[in-house]
């Protein structure tokens, strides 16, 4: 019933939403544009989903005209959505999870002159991209950081599932801690593809319990936090820097900086040169980031960090290059080769290091 009442909102929220966007400062052309988001999640879930509507925010700065609908699931109703959204003269909508991408691409087909793009797909057409980050580059930083903390060499990750775009970000996250630090074993729990506070943060009392002083995650709630200040130990925080809320625990948190990419985006569109293609984009486009670190990091983390961003940007570090073991010691990635962009995006091993609890 919740979810029915919440959809039902939608076609309210968005003429609320239209009519309130425009302001009186940016480009004309801009302001001709209308664009529609659509969300999983609450815009104020602390996760995912609020990362998201930074870009819907950051469209709003530029004088184009939004709006969105949250708590959305992928089925019939999303497709519902995504048709409203139409009706009210997006030209432009933003689906912004992958489980959107069956109903997005059906919907496509019926409408081909609106652009379509959804967050992490697989599929594109002419008129339906893909939108993602390299957030691995950013976890293998993470990865760093953690790894000159640690004093007891158990890192704690806690995961939802084991997916492509899980396993891609585990592994350069548990490559980044072995570039700096051997001997640290990174031990993994899955906590389910549904946020759930209550399962995450057992899982992240486990992972205590064994030994891990430094958590990292791959989740929305707050969680791992809190249960990381609770027992002072480090954590990693993800899509929302933290440095207020727990300043005893808090290293840093890896980022999606998703404004960046929306403008980049309206102005394809505006220019005649949008595509119905993948994106990918990393570090060096400024899409993902890893937050300024707090001064809860070990001595001289900034420096190695520094380096490593540098040398991924200037593409001097590959963080899959080879010899890469997988976690039964057999080899993943021969020495003297790296892995190509879609073997990174279809990764289903995990390298040697870590545990799966």
Not at 39 to 61: C, F, M, N, P, W
Not at 121 to 133: E, I, L
Request: aromatic fraction near 10%; include cysteine; charge should be neutral.
């Amino acid at each position: 019933m919740a979810v029915k009442k919440s959809f039902a909102l939608v076609s309210l929220l968005c003429a609320f939403l239209f009519a309130s966007c425009l302001k009186k400062s940016g480009s004309m052309e801009y302001a001709k544009i209308k664009v529609g988001f659509i969300y999983s999640g609450s815009v104020h879930d602390r996760g995912d989903t609020q990362s998201q509507e930074k870009a819907r925010i950051a469209l709003d700065k530029l004088n184009v005209k939004t709006m969105y609908a949250e708590n959305v699931p992928a089925d019939d109703r999303c497709i519902e959505t995504a048709e409203t959204l139409i009706s009210l003269g997006c030209k432009i909508i933003y689906a912004a999870d992958e489980s959107f991408s069956a109903c997005i691409n059906d919907v496509a087909k019926k409408y081909p002159d609106i652009k379509f793009l959804v967050c992490n797909s697989s599929k594109t057409a002419f008129n339906v991209a893909s939108y993602s980050g390299r957030m691995y580059e950013v976890r293998y930083l993470s990865g760093i950081v953690a790894g000159l903390k640690t004093n007891t060499n158990k890192i704690g990750y806690l995961v939802p599932t084991r997916n492509c775009e899980c396993l891609r970000g585990l592994n350069a996250f548990a490559l980044g801690v072995q570039s700096v630090n051997p001997d640290a074993v990174i031990e993994v729990k899955y906590s389910g593809l549904s946020n759930n506070f209550a399962v995450e943060r057992n899982f992240a009392e486990v992972l205590i319990e064994s030994g891990c002083d430094v958590i990292a995650q791959h989740r929305n709630s707050s969680a791992c936090w809190e249960i990381a200040n609770e027992n002072k130990i480090s954590c990693i925080g993800f899509n929302q820097p933290l440095t207020n809320e727990i300043s005893t625990s808090y290293l840093t948190s890896c980022m999606f900086n998703w404004g960046k990419f929306a403008a980049k985006d309206i102005d394809r569109y505006v220019q005649g040169k949008w595509e119905g293609k993948k994106y990918c984009e990393g570090i060096d486009s400024g899409l993902v980031e890893l937050t300024s670190l707090s001064k809860n990091c070990a001595p001289g983390t900034e420096r190695m960090v520094e380096d490593a961003k540098f040398r991924i940007e200037n593409k001097m570090l590959n963080i899959f290059q080879g010899p890469i073991y997988d976690i039964d010691g057999k080899i993943a990635v021969n020495e003297g080769s790296s892995l190509s962009d879609d073997e990174i995006w279809n990764m289903n091993w995990i390298v040697k290091g870590v545990v799966e609890k």
